[in-house]
């Protein structure tokens, strides 16, 4: 069973950076996109970035030219390096994993528990 694991959240005055990281333990017969979603209070969980297995990356307009989304397949790890933080980039950051699970050829969605990005003003 795959289980992602992110970090590096914290509290930072806006105009600071953060990097984010999310380690992939277990086995899955094939990953295909990871990526990361965010979720303020009070609003609906919102795409962030995405980045396929060859390295195409997506942005979420918000945070365009502030964040850069990569991977580390080597060491199972991906990350969501932030800088220009805003105020209202605060929220929980998710990553999650897009892949076919073994056995079953079912596709799936595995997401973290989450990790929480405050920005003050």
């Known amino acids: 069973q795959v289980q992602l694991v992110e970090s590096g959240g914290g509290l930072v005055q806006a105009g600071g950076s953060l990097r984010l990281s999310c380690v992939v333990s277990g086995s899955i017969f094939r990953v295909n996109a990871m990526g990361w979603y965010r979720q303020a209070p009070g609003n609906q969980r919102e795409f962030v970035a995405e980045?396929?297995?060859?390295?195409?990356?997506n942005y979420a307009d918000p945070v365009k030219g502030r964040v850069t989304i990569s991977r580390d397949d080597g060491r199972n790890r991906m990350y969501l390096e932030m800088n220009g933080l805003k105020p209202e980039d605060t929220a929980i950051y998710y990553c999650y994993l897009d892949g076919v699970q073994g056995g079953t050829n079912r596709n799936i969605r595995v997401w973290g528990q989450g990790t929480s990005v405050t920005v003050s003003s």
């Open positions: 980045i396929s297995t060859s390295g195409i990356t």
